[in-house]
């Protein structure tokens, strides 16, 4: 298994572009997350997805949207990009069973926007 | 979920315990509490979690006071590589849509040197 994958690993937008971050998980698991992480502070929760076709927004989910049209595949789209969404992203997925919060995460993508 | 108070950063010898150290005064009965770490550049690692029963597995040890008011993550062990971020986080037994929601603060950064 290779468990939470996110593409890419950096990128640097200019102000006003757009991308997509990928991430894709083969752990079958229904609920998956996106979190944002600014320079020496703890993670911020931007959206989530409790299955497929299902989404819904964090604590910081303005400049951002989802899709969740598969299990595995959970994009995090910036449409018109800022400085402030500068960060790095985090993906992760939990699986269904139980109430233990054991979250497993990709390697991130270090965004730039200038 | 209520807060927790970590100190900012801790250092330790390679091959000794490394205690960290979690204060969480206003926990509710039902709360876990779950530690992460973070390797730099890397995506969080879950470590070990408990309600009121010290607990350990083959990373880490957790002990929790009687009256569930802090809380010590040990690493037997130190060694280089577990030089990172950790972090204490209280999280109640989620259904649905907050499931997998979790609060990370700043956490302690733990180094270890040779």
């Known amino acids: 298994n290779a468990g939470v994958t996110q593409t890419p690993k950096f990128r640097i937008l200019k102000i006003g572009q757009s991308m997509t971050l990928q991430c894709t998980q083969d752990m079958n698991h229904n609920y998956m997350y996106w979190y944002r992480q600014d320079p020496g502070m703890g993670l911020k929760l931007i959206y989530y997805s409790v299955g497929a076709g299902i989404t819904d927004k964090g604590e910081v989910p303005n400049g951002y949207n989802v899709s969740r049209s598969t299990t595995e595949d959970f994009p995090l789209r910036l449409e018109l990009a800022a400085p402030s969404q500068t960060s790095v992203y985090f993906c992760?997925?939990?699986?269904?069973?139980?109430?233990?919060?054991?979250?497993?995460f990709g390697s991130g993508t270090q965004l730039s926007v200038l | 979920d209520a807060k927790t108070t970590q100190p900012t950063s801790m250092d330790c010898a390679e091959g000794r315990a490394a205690n960290l150290p979690c204060n969480h005064s206003?926990?509710?009965?039902?709360?876990?509490v779950y530690w992460y770490r973070q390797i730099h550049s890397q995506g969080p690692q879950y470590i070990i979690h408990?309600?009121?029963n010290n607990e350990t597995n083959e990373m880490a040890s957790l002990i929790i006071t009687e009256d569930r008011k802090s809380s010590t993550l040990i690493l037997p062990h130190a060694t280089l590589r577990d030089t990172a971020v950790y972090y204490c986080?209280?999280?109640?037994?989620?259904?649905?849509?907050?499931?997998?929601?979790?609060?990370f603060g700043r956490g302690t950064q733990l180094t270890v040197w040779p």
């Open positions: 206003t926990i509710s009965g039902n709360e876990y």
């Open positions: 408990g309600l009121k």
């Open positions: 986080i209280l999280k109640s037994p989620g259904r649905g849509s907050t499931l997998g929601r979790l609060y």
């Open positions: 992760a997925s939990r699986g269904r069973s139980g109430y233990n919060e054991k979250l497993f």
